[in-house]
């Protein structure tokens, strides 16, 4: 899906553009997303005008239709440097639901497409950077280092008003590689990466996925290598945003939901869906008194995830599932879900 078909499909309104005259042929576009975050954005704005490089750079800033004041912090800011931001005013009317919950995927989306950049970074309007160094440091080993598609680098936490040592990801010493990726999950903060932004193509998964940036990773990591720069230059909020306050079946859920998603798109290699699969299996064993019939429905949207929730559930048959000493009805309702489950996958293969 290209720009022009992507409007087609998604602008309902007009999306409101700036007339800002922004140097040509920029190196590096950074890609902002903003909604709600009146207490932020001046923060992340500074930090990514702070920037001291060798090169252009643009700024793409995607406002989602803010009512607290946000939009028009956004709107003074393009107005003092039009010569680096370029501002989108978006519209509730174009908001693309996943799940049934608003979401800024047509603000990201809107920003990745008309980047110009030969390399594009992220970061959220909650989110800043602290080191004025860090796109200079980003381009110069993407330039250098041919193989990689993508580099990221470590980030700090503010949680309640602290700088705290990240305890929320671990980078793996293997990180560099697609597996490494669908195996051990995102260890990757949306702020500190930086990724080459020409030829991007994106499956009409994308837009469906609960989450974008991992969606994202892996897209780009089929094409080359994931560098990683071992310095702390971003400051990632915690709490601010609604995944914080998801409990762990429904993070985990969305989780799930998008690597079935990934299988989906047919564009991985067998060893890396083989992975997905793996994981989709041991989400249904950690959390398989908490299943619905609605998710494991959510989830069996290709053969192979289909087979791997049935051969899940005939191996759970043979195995005490709910301990005895457990509310006779609660025992019952999960009983009976299962036994729905069950049924409804037996019939597909029959």
């Known amino acids: 899906m ?8 998604y602008e309902h309104k ?60 956004c709107m003074d800011y393009a107005n003092r440097f039009p010569d680096k931001i ?28 008309l ?21 200079q440091k980003q381009v110069d080993f993407l330039e250098g280092n041919e193989e990689y598609v993508m580099c990221f680098h470590k980030v700090v936490l503010l949680s309640k008003g602290e700088l705290i040592e990240d305890n929320i990801t671990k980078v793996p010493k293997d990180h560099e590689m697609i597996t490494d990726l669908a195996e051990k999950g995102n260890y990757i903060h949306t702020p500190s990466v930086m990724f080459k932004g020409q030829n991007l193509d994106f499956p009409n998964e994308f837009r469906l996925s609960p ?5 994202l990773y892996m897209l780009l990591a089929k094409n080359g290598k994931i560098g ?18 998801k409990t762990a079946y429904e993070r985990n859920m969305k989780t799930v939901y998008t690597f079935a998603l990934l299988i989906k798109t047919n564009l991985f290699s067998e060893k890396v869906n083989q992975i997905l699969l793996y994981r989709i299996r041991s989400f249904l064993k950690r959390f398989k008194d908490q299943l619905d019939l609605e998710s494991l429905t959510m989830l069996t949207i290709t053969p192979s995830i289909r087979n791997t929730i049935y051969q899940f559930f005939l191996d759970s048959t043979s195995q005490k599932l709910i301990k005895k000493n457990d509310d006779l009805t609660y025992k019952q309702l999960i009983n009976g879900l299962k036994m729905k489950a069950f049924k409804k996958l037996k019939s597909i293969f029959n």
Not at 2 to 7: G, N, P, Q, R, V
Not at 100 to 112: C, E, K, M, S, V
Not at 228 to 245: A, D, F, P, Q
């Open 228 to 245: 990683y720069i071992n310095e702390k230059m971003t400051v990632y909020r915690l709490g601010s945003g609604i995944w914080s306050n």
């Open 14 to 73: 007009k999306v409101i553009e700036n007339n800002n005259q922004i140097i040509q042929n920029p190196v590096v576009s950074v890609c902002i997303q903003t909604y709600q975050h009146v207490n932020y954005i001046e923060q992340c704005l500074d930090g990514i005008l702070m920037q001291k490089t060798d090169f252009n750079y643009e700024i793409l800033l995607g406002e989602d239709a803010s009512t607290d004041g946000t939009r028009e912090i």
């Open 115 to 135: 980047a110009q950049g030969k390399y594009i970074a992220l970061c959220e309007g909650d989110d800043y950077w602290t080191n004025p160094l860090k796109l």
């Open 211 to 215: 989450i974008g940036d991992f969606f």
């Open 86 to 113: 370029r501002l989108f005013l978006h519209h509730r009317e174009n908001n693309i639901k996943i799940g049934g919950q608003p979401t800024g995927r047509f603000n990201f989306l809107y920003n990745l497409y």
């Open 2 to 9: 290209d720009i022009t078909e992507f409007k087609k499909t």
